[in-house]
């Protein structure tokens, strides 16, 4: 089975300031997607990031990047130029190939700071 | 806006009450997602339909039950309620069952048993 790790349950960065999210995952598939999903306190799920396994290249979505190593099933998820906005919960998933249904981690809480 | 409708969006009822939340996927969509968010077990999958066939299950009780119509609308059953059912439960949908697409959540229903 799949599961999906976020060891920091909270975090905190300057506005303007970088700030790197940690996830690690396990699974024996050769073909599966890594998600990151944002959770505002509206409590909407909308997709950050998307990453397809079988890409070395790392995906990146204007202040957002992430740091795939697959060998180490790690996906971590980089915020630059932080801004108030950003302030929410972050999750990382794992999306089967064959299903599609998405494995979540616990979660990061990103607080801003001005 | 996803453009994934779901209703009610705030629920609240008994112990052993039965209830049912109603999705509506995005037009064109034909793969239906359920989620259920709670503290104690976070994000978790909990079925999957695809153009009105059951596609795949997570760890969804036995109390509760799925299907998909042939509109494409979902419904979520849940009986025999108890007080740890209580929890937010997202719907999502995707042009097809592949974990290559992304998934769009719908604005989730906030279940109460008291």
């Known amino acids: ?114 | 806006d996803s453009g994934v409708t779901q209703t009610p969006k705030h629920l609240i009822t008994a112990t052993g009450q039965r209830v049912t939340l109603r999705c509506s996927p995005r037009s064109g969509d034909l793969s239906v997602y359920w989620y259920q968010q709670s503290l104690d077990q976070g994000l978790q999958f909990l079925i999957q339909y695809y153009n009105g066939e059951e596609r795949a299950k997570g760890n969804i009780l036995e109390r509760f039950s799925a299907q998909q119509f042939p509109d494409l609308h979902s419904e979520l059953n849940l009986s025999s309620l108890e007080l740890g059912d209580s929890a937010l439960y997202f719907c999502a949908s995707s042009v097809d069952p592949s974990g290559r697409n992304e998934q769009f959540f719908g604005p989730g229903t906030r279940l109460t048993v008291l």
């Open chain 1, 1 to 114: 089975a799949q599961t999906v790790t976020q060891s920091q349950p909270e975090m905190s960065v300057q506005e303007a300031e970088t700030v790197t999210l940690s996830c690690t995952y396990d699974t024996s598939e050769s073909d599966y997607y890594l998600f990151w999903y944002k959770q505002p306190p509206s409590r909407q799920m909308i997709l950050v990031i998307r990453q397809e396994a079988y890409k070395q290249q790392n995906a990146t979505e204007n202040r957002f990047s992430v740091n795939f190593q697959k060998a180490a099933k790690s996906f971590s998820l980089k915020i630059s130029d932080s801004q108030l906005g950003d302030a929410a919960m972050y999750f990382c998933a794992y999306g089967s190939s064959n299903t599609g249904k998405l494995i979540f981690g616990q979660g990061t809480t990103l607080q801003v700071k001005p």
